[in-house]
Nanobody, 123 residues
Framework: QVQLVESGGGLVQAGGSLRLSCAAS?????MGWFRQAPGKEREFVAT???????YYTDSVQGRFTISRDNAKNTVHLQMNSLKPDDTAVYYC????????????????????WGQGTQVTVSS
């Protein structure tokens, strides 16, 4: 069982930046970030495979950057130009598998989940 521990959430003004981190207790192939805003379903944000081009949902493309340090089993989400609509609980997710044919964007493709970290963007 792989444990995921997130850090880095907080309160920031619109236009500001935050960096989320997630440390995995073991090796995983695919890591990603999801978020859940109040009253909404959890949605995909970004994903990255072991050594591959990352993939983002359209609403964060160009503002968010996902990266990983494989030696440390960590993944980061650099969030710039934050908007109030980015307010949500952000969850780190990981999978022991990967596909070369497509990116994992569905919750059921990830086996391990972090506890979530709150990101609040004020207007």
């Amino acid at each position: 069982q792989v444990q995921l521990v997130e850090s880095g959430g907080g309160l920031v003004q619109a236009g500001g930046s935050l960096r989320l981190s997630c440390a995995a207790s073991g090796s995983v192939y695919t890591m990603g970030w999801f978020r859940q805003a109040p009253g909404k379903e959890r949605e995909f944000v970004a994903t990255i495979r072991l050594s591959d081009t990352p993939y983002y949902t359209d609403s964060v493309q160009g503002r968010f950057t996902i990266s990983r340090d494989n030696a440390k089993n960590t993944v980061h989400l650099q969030m710039n130009s934050l908007k109030p609509d980015d307010t949500a609980v952000y969850y780190c997710a990981a999978s022991p598998s990967y596909s070369t044919g497509y990116y994992y964007t569905s919750e059921n493709e990830y086996r391990y989940w972090g506890q979530g970290t709150q990101v609040t963007v004020s207007s």
